[in-house]
């Protein structure tokens, strides 16, 4: 049969041209890269590295450089044949819920015992050594040739939310020419690009597609078109491992907001947003910000030195290596809720810390209060999440090196140094603290990766170092890097210069600084004197007492009918759904009155996590399992868990 040419380029261009028209009005920034390249191919300015070939009635995609096909095979059947070897079962997929040990028993982490009935119930309703899906909610591609796999593969499993990966923009660009993708987007369906990206974007795409319809989070399905793209599924994988529901402990976070509401009627100090950015009390200061990485031991002398030609701030477990070499801080940080920040900041000195200004997230512990009221010390808190919204919200962190960073920024900082940021261990001896720390860790510098399959904490890496070309650090600790581009990304609007002293990681947005520069330049720098005190108190109130008496009215509407939920009946999956989705969206509409947004932010971080499970249970292919007896204990368990997360919500600021 005559193959006619004409037609079929005809055609080419008729579903590139309809693409083009699908990236411009759904991603414009992926439609500009892809015209940008087309636009430099034309006029010269690149060469193609690939073209799309007709051989033997199918399209291939040949490399120019060494004449290699892409598939080297009849990719219409290639596409039939590896959409055979996908289906609904939980292989070839990301299992998201958490099991117990090495068995197929679900698992719920500590302080999460509200959901943990469900899960005891799944586990013992459901076999899970033999898991099929009805549908499939979420699907992930790893690279996409000519994208015929992808549609003979959507044809079968027509997953709700679909995440498409290609690192090189030229293979997707080809793909254009083969390859529908409104199919993604039609009816209710959700497509997410990632094309071209590096390590960053694509995970910042991952979060967009991972984030959307979050309570279906249960079980993603991936299929990778080349073993060379590996890499990606292990990104994936650490992603996930970081980033899972259950991560969230909305029991802390709810005793955090607690100890919040009583440190305002205890009438403490806390920080005002509105003020920092009319005082910008530190414009003209230059900073010094102490962290406790190795790194710090070869500066301690010159900090010691300088420490009045600069503002020294410090985090709180480098207090007492401080005080044994009589540098006293300016500025002291501290943000974990531990009971160990009290031994922190218990300095062999109780007057020590007399003048300096002590910054806390509203989240710290009855022990290290005493501490600081004992001594009657200088504190103001900042609030750890957006409790009261008089004052503002300066932001939280993990990393108290991070927090100390961006609130000098906020608070007016232009010019800054950092010390002991290091993100990595001492690299001859593995200690991951500077010597004299109040804690002490140190890392097994003889642990390499585990496996390939394996992403852990512990596995050494080789990055780009700050002042060395490489450093080895871990998982773990490169967790401190990725709080500080955090950080700085946030920050991008303001202007302040930072200067990294530290023997670590490169952190991109900190210039690195030898300790020759820094001790040249501080020799011409005059002495500051300034009373921290009076700084911070200009920037810092007493707040009304809170009574939060509405609040209380609405949670109590709230556990009162979600207590009558519990006597609903429900006949059919549908039903039982129907019932519930109708409550959720009552007690959504209700805490949009409550004066605490964050009370509103731990329902929907606690629905995406007990709807997961909820959510895996329905849609699971198994016999019996779809009763009415079922659904009446399972709308029995949520509504429990729903009384109980609100009873202790409305305790918090009872």
């Known amino acids: ?118 899960v005891e119930f799944i586990n013992k309703t459901v076999d899970l050594n033999n898991l099929t899906f009805q549908k499939i909610m979420k699907f992930i591609y790893m690279g996409v040739g000519l994208g015929y796999h992808i549609q003979e593969i959507e044809k079968k499993i027509d997953s709700y939310t679909t995440l498409i990966i290609e690192p090189e923009l030229e293979i997707f660009r080809l793909s254009l020419f083969t ?65 899972y529901a259950g991560l969230f402990p909305y029991t802390l976070v709810i005793q955090n907001v607690k100890r919040t509401v009583s440190f305002m009627r205890d009438l403490d100090r806390f920080l005002v947003v509105r003020d920092i950015k009319k005082e910008d009390i530190f414009k003209n200061k230059k900073v010094l910000i102490v962290s406790a990485g190795p790194s710090l031991d070869g500066y301690i002398e010159n900090i010691k030195k300088y420490q009045d030609k600069f503002v020294i701030v410090c985090v709180d477990v480098i207090v007492r290596k401080l005080e044994k070499h009589n540098i006293l801080p300016d500025i002291i940080f501290s943000i974990d809720p531990s009971p160990l920040c009290a031994d922190y900041l218990t300095t062999e000195d109780p007057s020590y810390l007399r003048n300096s200004a002590i910054v806390l997230l509203s989240q710290q512990h009855d022990k290290t209060m005493e501490i600081l009221k004992e001594r009657n010390l200088n504190y103001y808190f900042s609030q750890f999440a957006l409790i009261n919204k008089e004052i503002g919200y300066l932001g939280s962190v993990s990393n108290v090196g991070t927090f100390s960073f961006q609130t000098m920024i906020h608070l007016g900082a232009k010019e800054l140094y950092l010390i002991g940021n290091d993100a990595c261990f001492n690299q001859e001896t593995g200690e991951r603290y500077s010597s004299d720390s109040s804690f002490s860790l140190t890392e097994e510098l003889s642990v390499k990766k585990v496996s390939d399959s394996v992403i852990s904490n512990e596995d050494i890496m080789e990055v780009k170092g700050n002042l060395v070309d490489k450093v080895n650090t871990n998982r773990s600790l490169m967790e401190f890097k990725y709080s500080y581009d955090t950080s700085i990304a946030a920050l991008s609007g303001y202007e302040y210069n930072a200067y990294n002293l530290s023997n670590g990681v490169f952190i991109e947005g900190l210039t690195p600084l030898t300790e020759e520069d820094f001790i040249s330049f501080a020799e011409d720098i005059d002495e500051i004197d300034e009373d921290f005190k009076e700084l911070f108190d200009s920037i810092s109130q007493i707040l009304d007492v809170a009574c939060y008496k509405k609040d209380i009215n609405i949670l109590n509407n709230i556990i009162q009918r979600a207590r009558k939920f519990t006597k609903i009946k429900s006949n059919t999956r549908d039903e039982f759904l129907a019932n519930k989705l109708d409550m959720m969206i009552w007690i ?62 409305k305790n918090s600021v009872s």
């Open 1 to 118: 049969m005559d193959i006619d040419l004409a037609e079929i380029e005809q055609s080419l261009v008729m579903v590139y041209q309809k693409n083009l028209i699908f990236l411009k009005n759904n991603f414009f920034d992926i439609f500009e890269a892809i015209e940008q390249f087309s636009n430099d191919l034309e006029i010269g300015k690149i060469k193609e590295k690939y073209s799309l070939e007709l051989k033997d009635g199918y399209f291939d995609i040949l490399n120019l450089k060494n004449n290699g096909f892409y598939y080297a095979k009849n990719t219409y059947q290639d596409a039939e044949d590896r959409a055979q070897f996908v289906d609904f079962s939980n292989q070839s997929s990301y299992d998201l819920l958490r099991k117990q040990g090495d068995s197929q028993y679900l698992a719920m982490p500590y302080g999460l015992e509200d959901i943990l009935p469900i």
């Open 179 to 243: 390859t529908d993708y409104s199919i993604f987007e039609k009816g209710n369906k959700k497509l997410f690009l990632s094309i071209g990206d590096d390590k960053n974007e694509r995970n910042k795409v991952l979060g967009l597609f991972y984030n959307y319809h979050g309570y279906m989070n249960y079980n993603i399905k991936h299929y990778s078109l080349l073993q060379n793209l590996d890499y990606i599924n292990k990104e994936i994988v650490e992603f996930l491992k970081n980033n």
């Open 588 to 649: 959504l509409e209700k805490t949009k009155g409550l004066s605490i947004s964050t009370h509103g932010n731990i329902f929907l971080h606690y629905t995406n996590l007990v709807d997961s499970y909820i959510n895996f249970f329905m849609n699971l292919e198994q016999e019996n399992l779809y009763t009415e007896e079922n659904f009446d204990m399972l709308s029995n368990l949520w509504a429990k868990g729903v009384v109980a997360l609100f009873k202790n919500l």
